[in-house]
Every structure is written in C-alpha cells, then in structure tokens.
C-alpha cells in the first residue's frame, strides 16, 4: 500500500523577551520565573508578566503520543492499528527553534516509518505582540528508502492571533511538500480554553479545538464491476485540491511543575473527493505526556 504521511512542525508563543531581575532576588524568584517561563512559552498565560521577569532561555521539550486508531486525512486506510509519535523540541529565547520526530506504527512494516528533522523561526509583532508568525523546513528520512515516498521535505508558515488572556485564538499555516513530487496544503485552527482547576503548581483545563484541512490529496481508489460474467479490479488515483478533513479535538490537559499530561478524543468529518464512496466519519483517542527541561 503506498503511503504518504504528511508531518509538519509549527511552533507557536515564540516570545522576544526583555527586561532584567535584580540579581539579589534571583533564588527567591526561581520557581516563579520557572512556572512563568513554561506558561509564556506554551501559550498558557499571558506573556506580559513572563516578558517582566525573563531575559533570554533556552529549553529541551520531550514528548510522546499515543493514538489508539491511525487515520489518514480523516480516512480509514482499513488497518485497525495504534500509532506512537515521540518529539523532541529545543526552543531558544531569539526565536530559534528545532526537533527531532518520527511515528511508529504497529501494522506497517517497517513499524518505524520515518524520521523527521525540523528547523525553524519565529516571533511576536503587532499590538502587545499578540500576533506571531513562524516558519519551519522539515526534512523526512523513510525507513523504507525503496518505498516511494515522494515527500522528503516541507516549508511552513504559519499566522496566529489570540486574545490577551490567551483563551481564544486562531492560526493558518501553509505547507508547501517536495521531493519526487509536489503538494500544498492549508490548515486553519481556531481553539478554546476552558480553564477547569488552577493553582500556583497545577493547571486542570479543556481546549477545544476546530481544524480544517484544504489540501493537494492523491488517494487511491478501487472499482470492482462485473463483465461478461468475470469480476474485475480497477484502481483509480484522485489528485485533487480543496476541502480535505475537519476535524474537531477535545483535549483534556493537566499540567504540573514541568510535566505535562493531555487525555484527547478527536473526530474527523472527512470530505469526499471525486470518485470517493461510502467515506465514514472517523474518531481515535490520544494520550500525551510531555515535559520540560529549563537548560
């Protein structure tokens, strides 16, 4: 079956930084800057008070994903399968960003599909910077190198603007694929935050989120029809530009100290292209946990 697995990287909160602590408080004011540090940066709080009390940072972000089904642009390919995805992200106060990817999924062979390395750059502008724009080039290594894939590598830039309080926000990111073949496609993200418990360590929440995914598409169809009493299989490859997937995600995320814990349950609308068929809307579960190491 041939596959094509489309992975970007967009860092959003990329904050330039300012301001300079009194040295005699520093000890007394660790903690907090810490907390601070985390909120600002994984656009949680607002950023006005990280911006007080930081000057330049850098940090590692290690995570790992699990998802109980694996989906395609919101299709079932017809494996029943989980996925794993780990992540690693360093993040720098300039504006620098970079990561190392790569998914696992137990069905496939090869079960560890690909690797991906992502650089990238951004930063606040506009209005008390609330808005951010960001772009990133990822590179794709398939473990199966005779397998054609004909995406090795993506550039992304993404736009988003939030409220001051960080509880409403919206993004669109463009990705243009290259390699043995070319793609585009748009995402537009618009997410909600429903703070549940809130204390100085801990942060119990719900963020709701609406994607919609228009995009260059080849998928491959089949069709099984009867002549002269034989049956026969024809496969069809659609190439096709526009509306994709929507997709709606409720995660429940629970943050403390530097881990960070997120409990999901995602459903696709998938949009039927030409020639597509019996398309069935599809739903998975995730669980994410994640942490933060201030260097």
């Not at 790992?64 to 106060?93: A, C, M, V």
């Not at 696992?104 to 209005?127: C, L, Q």
Request: aromatic share 14%; glycine share 6%.
């Amino acid at each position: 079956m041939k596959k094509t697995v489309i992975l970007f990287f967009l860092l959003l909160g990329i904050l330039n930084c300012y301001g300079q602590n009194n040295s005699s408080k520093k000890n007394e004011n660790d903690s907090i800057e810490e907390d601070e540090i985390i909120d600002a940066l994984l656009g949680k709080e607002d950023e006005e008070e990280f911006l007080r009390s930081a000057t330049r940072f850098h940090f590692m972000h290690v995570s790992l994903e699990y998802n109980n089904k694996t989906y395609f642009s919101g299709r079932d390919i017809g494996t029943d399968q989980f996925n794993i995805s780990p992540q690693i992200t360093y993040l720098h106060s300039s504006g620098f960003f970079g990561g190392l990817s790569g998914v696992y999924y137990d069905k496939f062979s090869p079960e560890w599909d690909y690797t991906a390395v992502t650089m990238g750059y951004g930063k606040n502008f506009g209005k008390s910077n609330k808005i951010r724009w960001s772009t990133s080039y990822a590179r794709y290594f398939y473990t199966d190198a005779s397998e054609d894939n004909p995406f090795k590598n993506s550039i992304s830039l993404g736009l988003e603007i939030d409220n001051k309080k960080k509880t409403l926000g919206t993004e669109i990111v463009a990705t243009y694929l290259f390699g043995n073949d070319t793609s585009f496609q748009v995402i537009s993200t618009t997410y909600g935050v429903l703070s549940l418990f809130k204390t100085k360590k801990q942060h119990l929440k719900l963020r709701p989120q609406l994607n919609i995914v228009i995009a260059q598409q080849t998928i491959q169809l089949t069709q099984t029809f009867t002549f002269r009493e034989q049956q026969s299989t024809r496969y069809i490859q659609n190439n096709d530009f526009g509306l994709i997937n929507t997709q709606l995600k409720i995660p429940l995320q629970y943050d403390v100290n530097n881990f960070d814990f997120e409990l999901g349950y995602t459903i696709n609308f998938p949009t039927a292209l030409e020639r597509e068929t019996n398309l069935k809307n599809t739903s998975s579960f995730n669980l994410t946990i994640s942490y933060l190491f201030d260097l």
